[in-house]
């Protein structure tokens, strides 16, 4: 386990890009008053989780200028928060890390709000284990149970995750404003991905697009031909575009960006969380499934039109106030998991199959710039 020490007001120019549009960056605290609140927010997983929780923070941190605020999360999702001027400090767990040392620290830091933004069998341990007054918000296990099993929305609210995480936070006062996600990126991330679409005479004199067709679950994959036909006409009608995706996503997205010669190149792989984010805030959109990449491309204010297959925005992760599409074909066995599965239940995949490259052309052309 790490600790992450940040000042509010380190990141600033030179260091990082200014706020996305509607953000407003909080200036440097000095010091934290004795009667200012000290709030400590956990969330361990994953990356559109994460992101769906930076609302929140912006609200904590509008509302108490002077509050010292921390976020818990796994070592790997700290780049989605390291530049985050809404926080003072970023605890790293590390996955196998002890849960034991990490409460005897929070018990130690003397928090007077403790928000569990995840809800999972760690976080209730960590509760246990460092005492205190928790609050938590509403995940609806029974409610999403319903909708897969009987095809019947029981949810009592129909408001986005980002919101009902405020709920944690009942006693401090916040509410949601308008505004989206947010995802601060390094000045060295941004450089890098400039180097990488110049190296490729990529987005130079032609517009730039990103695409993002892996998924951690097959069913929420889209057909590799469909990217393969989207890809092709795309380049065709005069667009560049970039593929993005993590290390196993690498050779899906060379198959992928092939078809179109030097008007398509995998970046799959090459970058890290921050440089991906960076390739998707360089583009004019993205078309990715109902993935990490969506939640990326809206907090760095990219439009982006997102493909739904087993999964469905009632469920709470939907693109938050952004300029987005959602294409999806209702079929009576949707949604049939939660997350998505490694193959579908029926063995025919129709809510993706059927969802044609023409479809998302059209979607892509009439998305608000």
Sequence with gaps: MAILGKVLGRVGPGNALAPPDGASYIPAVS??????PRILAVRFSAIGD???????LRALRLRYPEAY????????FVPLLENNPR???????SPGGSIRSLAREIRADGFTHQ????????????RWLAGGRWTGYPKYRRARAALIRSKQNRY???RSVAERYFDAARRLDVIPDEGSTELFLRQDAMTAADAFLRKHDLGQERTLLAVAPGAAHQTKRWPI????????????????????GG???GALGRTIAEVAGAHAVSAAGVFDLQGSAALIKRARSLTAGDTAATHLATAVGTPVVSLFGPTVPAFGFGPYHARATILQHELPCRPCSPMGTDRCPLGHHKCLEDLRPDEVLNALRRLPQ
């Design 69 to 76: 605020i921390t976020y818990v999360t796994k070592t790997e």
């Design 225 to 244: 031909r469909h990217w393969q036909d989207l890809v092709a006409k795309l380049t065709q009608n005069g667009a560049d575009v970039v593929v993005v």
């Design 50 to 56: 994460i992101l769906l929780t930076t609302p929140l």
């Design 31 to 36: 010091r934290t008053p004795l009667n200012a």
């Design 87 to 93: 926080l003072n400090r970023i605890i790293a767990y």
């Design 156 to 158: 009592p609210d129909q």
């Design 247 to 249: 290390p196993e996503d």
């Design 115 to 126: 928000l569990d933004l995840h809800g999972s069998v760690r976080s209730r341990i960590l």
